[in-house]
T-cell receptor, first 116, second 118 residues
Framework: NAGVTQTPKFQVLKTGQSMTLQCAQD?????MYWYRQDPGMGLRLIYY???????DKGEVPNGYNVSRLNKREFSLRLESAAPSQTSVYFC???????????????FGQGTRLTVV | AQKVTQAQTEISVVEKEDVTLDCVYE???????LFWYKQPPSGELVFLIR????DEQNEISGRYSWNFQKSTSSFNFTITASQVVDSAVYFC???????????????WGLGTSLAVNP
């Protein structure tokens, strides 16, 4: 089982360039998430998708867009990269059981993005 | 408001010492989940434990143990006989609410960086 797979692992962009971070999970999870992690700031939620066909903004959505392509895949797009978007990005997935409490989230390996 | 506080930013211990990482949370919900995750130097986030608000039993898993006390809104994590491989950043997180098909977001602490020195 691969779990949650993110690509790429590393990326350097110039200011103004665009790119899409890909995420796929093979655990049949309903919910998927994109986080960014910055020193001293912990993990901050960018966007999440509670189920296929829905997406919602998290704490820091500005400058990003997402697509929940199907149940497996959830991509994050930077339309015009800025140095402030230099960060480590994590994709995660989880699945609430019907009428049960939340389960833990499983994370991808992370993408280290540098915008120069 | 929901909040998770990990007051210890960095801890340094010598191998074989016991160490406790503190986690204090705030929530208005009566139903919630608490989590601990480990982030080793390689960067991945590894799930360690989940505890729901109805279960205050302490949990032990090998050298790891967790103490959940609703009276003090704390969910502390103890590593017994620490090892160099325990060196990592440890995050505590809170998830509120329960409803079918609506996974609640995780609220994260800022993490405690643990260094275990030989």
């Amino acid at each position: 089982n691969a779990g949650v797979t993110q690509t790429p692992k590393f990326q350097v962009l110039k200011t103004g360039q665009s790119m899409t971070l890909q995420c796929a999970q093979d655990m049949n999870h309903n919910s998927m998430y994109w986080y960014r992690q910055d020193p001293g700031m912990g993990l901050r939620l960018i966007y999440y998708s509670a189920s296929e066909g829905t997406t919602d903004k998290g704490e820091v959505p500005n400058g990003y867009n997402v697509s929940r392509l199907n149940k497996r895949e959830f991509s994050l797009r930077l339309e015009s990269a800025a140095p402030s978007q230099t960060s480590v990005y994590f994709c995660a997935s989880s699945s609430p059981l019907k009428r049960r409490l939340n389960t833990e989230a499983f994370f991808g390996q992370g993408t280290r993005l540098t915008v120069v | 408001a929901q909040k998770v506080t990990q007051a210890q930013t960095e801890i340094s211990v010598v191998e074989k010492e016991d160490v406790t990482l503190d986690c204090v949370y705030e929530t208005r919900d009566t139903t919630y989940y608490l989590f601990w995750y480990k982030q080793p130097p390689s960067g991945e986030l590894v799930f360690l434990i989940r505890r729901n608000s109805f279960d205050e039993q302490n949990e032990i898993s090998g050298r790891y143990s967790w103490n959940f006390q609703k009276s003090t809104s704390s969910f502390n994590f103890t590593i017994t006989a620490s090892q160099v491989v325990d060196s990592a950043v440890y995050f505590c997180a809170l998830s509120e609410g329960v409803w079918a098909g609506n996974n609640r977001k995780l609220i994260w602490g800022l993490g405690t960086s643990l260094a275990v020195n030989p």
